[in-house]
């Protein structure tokens, strides 16, 4: 089937103004995980759900950071008040159980805040 | 709270020569897995180990997992140009419930 996809794949917005951003699971899979991966670093944990509850919300930022998934499957990544430093590409991964299982991710939303 | 470094951080070889990353977690883990991202890419799943002193063989890559189970390394023998891009390890430790990646290894391969 399908794997995981995420849209926008690009969004450009200013300082200030507020975005979300999308990510589509592998049907069936009940973990999802929303990461943050800046130029030459590794991705960084932002979120994990399980079903449509926030398991592990430990690696968001800040509170300007939010996401939800109300029926376990597609998420929304919310960011508000946006700053240049949230500038990163946000990606999406999904597995069929929990964090021992394989991870597919998607291809990332590139975020550029100006 | 968790760390997970890798180590070089970048490695430029000949093609045909060996190459080995190293992976060190600050904690004991569960089990821990490979990513390989290529350039403009997302991160694509290799493998998992999760027993102490585990080794996996792909083809031409070797996967082991140390006996304490905080050090992995990840060892490409006889490098092709396809091998180019950055090698993550990303550790699940005892208590949590979500990865931690490392900084990753670049990987250039040169014809």
């Known amino acids: ?114 | 709270g968790q760390q997970v470094m890798q180590i070089p951080q970048y490695q430029h070889v000949q093609e045909g020569e060996d190459f080995t990353t190293y992976c060190n977690s600050s904690t004991t883990l569960s089990n821990i897995q490979w990513y390989k991202q290529r350039p403009g890419g997302h991160p694509v799943f290799l493998i998992q180990l999760v027993k102490s002193g585990e080794v996996k063989k792909q083809k031409r890559l070797t996967f082991q997992f140390g006996e304490a189970k905080k050090n992995s390394s990840l060892h490409i023998t006889a490098t092709q140009t396809t091998d180019v891009g950055t090698y993550f390890c990303a550790g699940l430790d005892n208590y949590g419930q979500n990865f931690v990646f490392g900084p990753g290894t670049r990987l250039s391969v040169l014809p």
């Open chain 1, 1 to 114: 089937g399908a794997g995981v996809s995420q849209t926008p794949s690009n969004k450009v917005t200013e300082k200030g103004k507020y975005v979300e951003l999308r990510c589509d699971p592998i049907s069936g899979h009940t973990a999802l995980y929303w990461y943050r991966q800046s130029l030459g670093q590794g991705p960084e944990f932002l979120i994990y759900f399980q079903g449509t509850g926030a398991a592990d919300d430990s690696g968001l930022p800040n509170d300007r950071f939010f996401a939800v998934r109300p029926e376990g499957s597609v998420s929304t990544l919310k960011i508000q008040r946006t700053e240049r430093g949230d500038s990163a590409v946000y990606l999406c991964a999904s597995s069929l159980g929990d964090g021992r299982d394989t991870q597919y991710f998607g291809p990332g939303t590139r975020l550029t805040v100006l």
